[in-house]
């Protein structure tokens, strides 16, 4: 509720009653001294409120009209006095004003009447309405009434993220595996060997560790902590440093410990300093990573079909779901499928929505619970250490990334066990859609996508965007690839040179599939469009479909693309020193291409949907509908052997790779390919042969009730190694996350907010590059001054957060950043007053005009459906009874002068008679239960 830090007129309204007039009727009138001092105060000159001033009421819809056509709905003016009015009394009758402007449109909202498009309309100056008020009232006139948007408060405090002190942890815990110290790990033979790879900013080891027969906790851990110990330190001319006894001092201060998690035992990392660990299987068997949506239809990407009910519809962002990641072992064998974690997002506006509904239901139906955002993976990539990098779309919340906008990028780093180690999002203002991934040859990981709107200061009509960001997912560039007309990414691939390709399509002039070529910083080179249909392929086809479908750099340099062009699916292949050559291609027919893949030997695999027979050799036979595909298509682009991944449901291919000489396709079927349909649409990966075409094994999953979303698979080469039954994971497994604001939130450098204290000119802080939690609040702490407020960045299970809070008789005014560039929601702050009330001196007068006033509103709010607009119209119609209370704070009446006259802190006697004491007092009772205020605030009516 808000902080109605005077609670009588809250009381009587809530009662439905006029309990503050009828109780002060019913006491003595006879001014007391206590009375006559708190009296003097109230010095406020006699104003007519406009909800009490006569005016004509124009019809609701002109009214309505009004309000939409207005440019802001916050009017100074029209107050109908002649002269200036007071600070308090001009905020309270601007912000009544613009409340009631709110609570005309949802009210029209709310009406049963009101069509679809009106209230499409009236969402749209409702938002910008909130929008206005809030803005208002984070700087609004105040000298004794402090009106707040949402809830008054004397602190602020930002989303927590990790702090630089978290990546320097001396001991690294690894997962539980066995009941006990000393039972035998299951999935360890002991003739497995390890190799442990220890460095620093200055040195370098790799120890080769054979397990030599042992397979419980310390047994393997003596054998490594042996090998550490063996390698002695060195003084600078290269001789062994000895101790005292004459034993070598070894070099590194590393140990592996049996430690125990929870109710488990496992492996443990305890370092002395800022040594890196690292550890491997060498010879491990290799294995497949899968990253797929799960839950109703998400993030409509290129592409999509949206035919039927199966696998290839499209859904609106905002649809719950979630990302889920496993593992496929023995890939050329059984194909035995472990379950790793999910990701989700959460839809913030709509999860405040629910709980306000909630709040306002009086049959206790409605619950407040989190609700789910969309979101995707479009592709998927892993690198030499068994790490795997994700990228999609998001609509919502996660973790400390706040979307800014409709939808953002976002790229999720997992170890080689599927733990998600890191999400980084773009930071984009507007819409930014993520559409592939791969890696470069520095190990720097390089994005694709699509921005429209704000982003970086600027505005996009709409342009293909790359990023690269490096292992600890820092940023290291972002381009915007800028053209005529909206374009959509869909494709990337790097070269050996760290050259970039990102395709995608254009519509500047008329749709057509487009390749940009950019140097390893970004820099455009060139760009080439395919916009035609060569005169040996069938009919015109679709223009519309057109569009660079996926990307990859075969072992001889050249580029091969594959593209949608006029609805033939084709293969491309382009000269290494660009875009402009071409070497060769090959149409495959009309069908839905979605992803390429390169062998080594040069053999190429296409993978996607069709509903009719492709071109070049079948292998089996086309199934009754829409069917995922395999083409095998050979180097020299001759030629092409078609696989159908058919049943009698709709079947869609969404990813493949090779591995040893098998085609492994990640893709989604609504019939029963690999066993009987579990969910409304299953998941599933094929393992194809490579050399016939014949499919050889299918693993089909899926959940009741649950549409699978697109699948993405991974070579992970040696990922089937026994890390996982250790309790560890391959590679790193010292912390390599970034602290900084960038990495950890949607803020990006340039980012920025200002801070007006105590009523003075705002001081403005901008994000720099590589600022943590810890800068900020350093830069924040001075500004604010500490005889003003204390900042501090205290610690939960989530990370540090930047904490303000105001000591007595202070103010600060967080001032929203430009358009665009607003540092305050990516940390999770609002555009507000924080103020704390001076101390109170004790013989002071007990009842003082004024007070401090939150309105209990959010910019959440809205009114596009009938029921979040009779919610939106209750908070509203809230508000407006505490504003008015605002205003009437400011004046004297008989029921301050009832509670000005209750009993002094010190002791004293008050009041006129004792009958009129004990009535106070129980009405003072109901106050407290009321507000939550203790009798001793300040109270003003």
Known sequence: MADLANGLIGLGM?????????FAASVATVETRAQRKARAQFVTPATTPPWKAAAKTPPVQSQVAAIKAMTTIIDRNGTGTSGPLPDDVQTSFT?????????????????????STERTALQTAFAKGLGDLQAYLGSAPSRLVDLSFGATARQAQSIAVAPPSSLTATTITGKGVVDTRTSVIPGVTGAETLRIDLSTATAADSLLVYLGGETTLDGIADRINTAIAAVPRRDAAGAVIVAADGAPVPRWEVRI???????????????GGFETVAIDQPGAGDALMIARGIGDAGVSGAGVSSAGAGPGASGAAGAGGSLAFGRIDDPSGAMTRRSFATLGAVDRPATERLKIAADTDKTGKTKATSLSAAIDAAAMVTDAQGFGYVVGTVAGDIGANRIRGATDLALTKLDSEGAILWTRTLGAAGDARGAAVALAPDGSIVVAGTVTGGFDGATSDGDLLVARFDAQGDEQFSSLIRAPGLQRASAVAVAADGAIFVGGRTDAAGSAATIVHLDSSGRTLGQRQFDGVDSNSAGSGDRGSDGVRSLAVAADGTLLALTSEAGHAVVRRLGAEGVTTDLGRLDLGRGDARALAVADDGAIAVVGATDTALGGTQVNARGTGRDGFVARVDAALSGAGVTYLATGGEDQADSVAWLGGDIHVGGRTAGAMGGARTGTVDAFVARVDGATGAIDTVAQFGTAGITAKAVQVAVAKGGDSILGALGLHRGTVTPTDSAALEAQTSLRAGDMFAIRVNGGAPARIVIAEGDTITTL??????????????????????????RIDMKPGNMIELVAGPGGRDALPGLGLEARRIAAPSATDPGAPRVTPGGRFGLDLSRTLRIADKRDAAAALARITQAISFTQSAYRSLYWDDTKALLADTPARSGQKGGSTAIARAQTANYQAALTRLSGTSATSSFGF
């Open 95 to 115: 912000t009544y004003k613009a409340l009631d402007r709110l609570r005309l449109l949802a009210e029209t909202a709310a009406k049963t009447t009101t069509g």
């Open 777 to 802: 609040a350093d830069r924040v702490r001075h500004l604010v001054g500490s005889r003003v407020g204390s900042v501090t960045t205290p610690s939960s299970s989530a990370g540090r957060s930047l």
């Open 14 to 22: 809530l009662t439905g009653t006029n309990a503050v007039a009828d």
């Open 257 to 271: 410990v049996p430690a125990k998690t929870g109710d488990r035992w496992g492996l443990s990392i305890e370092r």
